[in-house]
T-cell receptor
Framework: DQQVKQNSPSLSVQEGRISILNCDYT??????FLWYKKYPAEGPTFLIS?????DKNEDGRFTVFLNKSAKHLSLHIVPSQPGDSAVYFC????????????FGKGTHLIIQP | DAGITQSPRHKVTETGTPVTLRCHQT?????MYWYRQDPGHGLRLIHY???????DKGEVSDGYSVSRSKTEDFLLTLESATSSQTSVYFC???????????????FGEGSWLTVV
C-alpha cells in the first residue's frame, strides 16, 4: 500500500507562472517531509523540507506547505523557470530509526516557454 | 555536492551472473542506503546500513544482499541477476536521525544496470 502518493504523473506550466505539485500521505507517524528534484541521468537532489511542527517553509522561489489534518503537502514554485523542468519526488520520514525515506512515484514538471 | 561515488556507472550483464555495485562516500556519514528507480514506481529502498556491519532489509530486498565492512563503503550484490533487476540504482547517505529535525539523505549519481 502506497504511503506517499503523488497523483499527478505530469504537470505542464507556462514559464513565469506558478507551479504547484501535490503530495498526500497516509502514515500519521511521518514527521518530516522533503522534496527532491531529478534531472535525467542524474541522481535526485534535495530541494526543500518541512518538519511536522511547521506548516510552511520557504526558500527563494520554493515554498512547501503542510496540512497535517489533511495529510497533504504541496510544493509551490514561483515564478517557474525552464530549468525547473524535472521530475519532483515527495518523500517522508518517520524518524526514530535508520530506515530511510518513503518516496512517492514522482511528478514530471514541464515548463513551457 | 555530497561526496558519493558509485561504480560502475553503467553495466550490461547476462542473466544468472553475479553483479556487485559499489558506493563510496567521503562524508563519514553513518547511514547508507541503496534505492532503485523504475518507471511507475519512483524510488524504492532495497537495503540500508546504520553502521559498519549493521544492515537491514528495505521494501524490495529479494534477490539482493549488501555488505558494509568500512564506514565509507556500501556494496550491493545481485547474487544471480534477473531481467527484473534491470534498473537504475542509487546509493544515498545521511547523517542525522533526530526526530523532527529530519533525515535529509543525499544521493549519488546512479548506476545503470541492464540484465540481458
Amino acid at each position: 500500500d502506497q504511503q506517499v502518493k503523488q497523483n499527478s504523473p505530469s504537470l505542464s506550466v507556462q514559464e513565469g507562472r506558478i507551479s504547484i505539485l501535490n503530495c498526500d500521505y497516509t502514515n500519521s507517524m511521518f514527521d518530516y517531509f522533503l522534496w527532491y528534484k531529478k534531472y535525467p541521468a542524474e541522481g535526485p537532489t534535495f530541494l526543500i523540507s518541512i518538519s511536522s511542527i511547521k506548516d510552511k517553509n520557504e526558500d527563494g522561489r520554493f515554498t512547501v506547505f503542510l496540512n497535517k489534518s489533511a495529510k497533504h503537502l504541496s510544493l509551490h514554485i514561483v515564478p517557474s523557470q525552464p530549468g525547473d523542468s524535472a521530475v519532483y519526488f515527495c518523500a517522508a520520514d518517520s524518524g526514530g530509526g535508520a530506515d530511510g525515506l518513503t518516496f512517492g512515484k514522482g511528478t514530471h514538471l514541464i515548463i513551457q516557454p | 555536492d555530497a561526496g558519493i561515488t558509485q561504480s560502475p556507472r553503467h553495466k550490461v550483464t547476462e542473466t544468472g551472473t553475479p553483479v556487485t555495485l559499489r558506493c563510496h562516500q567521503t562524508e563519514n556519514h553513518r547511514y547508507m542506503y541503496w534505492y532503485r528507480q523504475d518507471p511507475g514506481h519512483g524510488l524504492r529502498l532495497i537495503h540500508y546500513s546504520y553502521g559498519v556491519k549493521d544492515t537491514d532489509k528495505g521494501e524490495v530486498s529479494d534477490g539482493y544482499s549488501v555488505s558494509r565492512s568500512k564506514t565509507e563503503d556500501f556494496l550491493l550484490t545481485l547474487e544471480s541477476a534477473t531481467s527484473s533487476q534491470t534498473s537504475v540504482y542509487f546509493c544515498a547517505i545521511s547523517e542525522s536521525r533526530v526526530r523532527n529535525s529530519g533525515n535529509t539523505i543525499y544521493f549519488g549519481e546512479g548506476s545503470w544496470l541492464t540484465v540481458v
